[in-house]
């Protein structure tokens, strides 16, 4: 399904991001979703979230991720 219009991106590309640790801000930056006019940055962040949630182990590497960068 295609999720933003303006920069075609799927759920499954953004699934694949949420997968490889990214979280919405990085998914944002990456791929444009939700850059543009705006309108798919809840379904976005549903999308995000639904994927977190089924695929913990990408979650927990994205806030050990945070963690360290905060340490820095």
Do not use: W
């Not at 990085?26 to 939700?34: H, K, P, S, T």
């Amino acid at each position: 399904m295609i999720v933003c219009v303006c920069k075609s991106v799927s759920d499954r590309e953004i699934h694949r991001h949420v997968r490889a640790g990214m979280g919405f801000d990085d998914i944002q930056f990456e791929l444009g979703v939700a850059t543009q006019c705006g309108k798919c940055e809840e379904c976005a962040r549903d999308v995000v979230a639904q994927c977190s949630r089924s695929n913990p182990v990408a979650a927990l590497r994205r806030e050990s991720n945070a963690i360290t960068l905060q340490k820095e």
